[in-house]
């Protein structure tokens, strides 16, 4: 029997960049996060590309066709693809709030674009053969909270502009689950506004830190799943959870991220506190990495959704040092070859 090859086996780079900066830890080149991620190797298989963050220092989201190709060749040299990318859409990095002024929600549609032309490019470079892009609506729950049928429809608004945008580069977009983001905090606030959307090139994104969160009801307590007298030790009704979360999301996942989490929040340098994002081996880990990646990666009778053809570590916030020791990425790359090997298919290439 052949090994799988798919999903491919992507690592983030933003963990360089994300809770970085003047009041944390200085970021990490994406020329280290590359070899980090390309010299990282379990019995002989090896991460097959990264996914990419377009924010200073690792990529300009003004990046000129010179630039783009730059960044291809740095993949390629080091035999990896890239993936999935991430619009920089915030209001401090050029974009603005999916629920702002007029002015700001074209900031955000206008950084969508620069994204999307981006990721076209390096689809015809050859470099970048799956993946979409990711988008957030820039916004707190508190803010959305203000008005929260207005804010929705104002954050759909948006969302449709960005998807008829990114239709014309033939991408699509995946929103962020995570709990720090306005209109996309609960996992029911999440479907209204992919609803309200309302076009074929918007899915979700899930990440395994963040989406446990949603099971918690932080930020959104009325959206709690698992019972308030919860203790870890209960597996039986954490997979339950997991169940009824995934099997309202799944149809909907478009990009995936592998993670861990502690069951906690965290934030670090300006980054608001969202889904703790454990080592793979971290002891207080509350996931079974590879059994709960199946309830993302296979449909309820069973069978493999196939939804996308690569899934991405996400690490971020972890410390420099960690991040600096190989041993991190492979213990890493251990976990994800270990999802594949329960959830993934083999194709011949």
């Given at each position: 029997?052949?090994?799988?090859?798919?999903?491919?086996?992507?690592?983030?780079?933003?963990?360089?960049?994300?809770?970085?900066?003047?009041?944390?830890?200085?970021?990490?080149?994406?020329?280290?996060?590359?070899?980090?991620?390309?010299?990282?190797?379990?019995?002989?298989?090896?991460?097959?590309?990264?996914?990419?963050?377009?924010?200073?220092?690792?990529?300009?989201?003004?990046?000129?066709?010179?630039?783009?190709?730059?960044?291809?060749?740095?993949?390629?040299?080091?035999?990896?693809?890239?993936?999935?990318?991430?619009?920089?859409?915030?209001?401090?990095?050029?974009?603005?709030?999916?629920?702002g002024t007029k002015e700001e929600r074209a900031q955000f549609v206008t950084q969508v674009r620069k994204a999307c032309n981006i990721a076209k490019k390096l689809r015809e470079?050859?470099?970048?053969?799956?993946?979409?892009?990711?988008?957030?609506?820039?916004?707190?729950?508190?803010?959305?909270?203000?008005?929260?049928?207005?804010?929705?429809?104002?954050?759909?608004?948006?969302?449709?502009?960005?998807?008829?945008?990114?239709?014309?580069?033939?991408?699509?977009?995946?929103?962020?689950?995570?709990?720090?983001?306005?209109?996309?905090?609960?996992?029911?606030?999440?479907?209204?506004?992919?609803?309200?959307?309302?076009?074929?090139?918007?899915?979700?994104?899930?990440?395994?830190?963040?989406t446990l969160l949603y099971l918690l009801g932080y930020n959104k307590a009325d959206e709690r799943i698992l019972p308030e007298d919860f203790r870890w030790e209960d597996r039986?009704?954490?997979?339950?959870?997991?169940?009824?979360?995934?099997?309202?999301?799944?149809?909907?996942?478009?990009?995936?991220?592998?993670?861990?989490?502690?069951?906690?929040?965290?934030?670090?340098?300006?980054?608001?506190?969202?889904?703790?994002?454990?080592?793979?081996?971290?002891?207080?880990?509350?996931?079974?990495?590879?059994?709960?990646?199946?309830?993302?990666?296979?449909?309820?009778?069973?069978?493999?959704?196939?939804?996308?053809?690569?899934?991405?570590?996400?690490?971020?916030?972890?410390?420099?040092?960690?991040?600096?020791?190989?041993?991190?990425?492979?213990?890493?790359?251990?976990?994800?070859?270990?999802?594949?090997?329960?959830?993934?298919?083999?194709?011949?290439?």
């Amino acid at each position: 029997m052949q090994e799988n090859n798919y999903p491919k086996l992507h690592n983030a780079s933003w963990p360089g960049v994300v809770g970085k900066g003047a009041d944390s830890e200085p970021a990490i080149s994406i020329d280290t996060m590359i070899d980090l991620t390309a010299n990282a190797e379990v019995d002989g298989v090896k991460f097959d590309g990264f996914d990419l963050f377009l924010f200073d220092p690792h990529m300009d989201i003004d990046s000129s066709d010179d630039g783009i190709k730059a960044m291809a060749d740095k993949a390629m040299a080091k035999n990896l693809e890239i993936g999935s990318l991430v619009a920089p859409v915030w209001t401090p990095t050029g974009g603005g709030s999916a629920m702002g002024t007029k002015e700001e929600r074209a900031q955000f549609v206008t950084q969508v674009r620069k994204a999307c032309n981006i990721a076209k490019k390096l689809r015809e470079l050859g470099v970048r053969p799956n993946g979409v892009v990711r988008i957030d609506s820039s916004c707190d729950p508190a803010g959305w909270a203000a008005d929260p049928v207005g804010n929705t429809k104002l954050i759909a608004q948006t969302f449709r502009e960005a998807c008829d945008v990114a239709a014309d580069y033939g991408e699509s977009l995946a929103a962020e689950g995570e709990i720090c983001w306005g209109g996309m905090h609960g996992w029911k606030t999440m479907i209204d506004t992919l609803e309200a959307v309302d076009r074929p090139n918007i899915g979700f994104q899930a990440d395994m830190a963040h989406t446990l969160l949603y099971l918690l009801g932080y930020n959104k307590a009325d959206e709690r799943i698992l019972p308030e007298d919860f203790r870890w030790e209960d597996r039986e009704t954490l997979t339950a959870g997991l169940k009824r979360l995934t099997a309202a999301l799944r149809p909907w996942t478009i990009d995936f991220h592998v993670a861990q989490n502690d069951g906690t929040v965290f934030g670090s340098g300006s980054h608001d506190k969202t889904g703790r994002h454990c080592q793979a081996t971290d002891p207080n880990g509350k996931l079974d990495i590879a059994t709960d990646a199946g309830h993302w990666l296979r449909n309820e009778d069973g069978t493999l959704t196939k939804a996308f053809r690569h899934i991405c570590w996400d690490g971020c916030m972890f410390p420099n040092e960690v991040m600096m020791q190989p041993k991190t990425w492979n213990d890493i790359l251990a976990a994800m070859i270990k999802v594949r090997q329960q959830h993934g298919w083999f194709e011949e290439e």
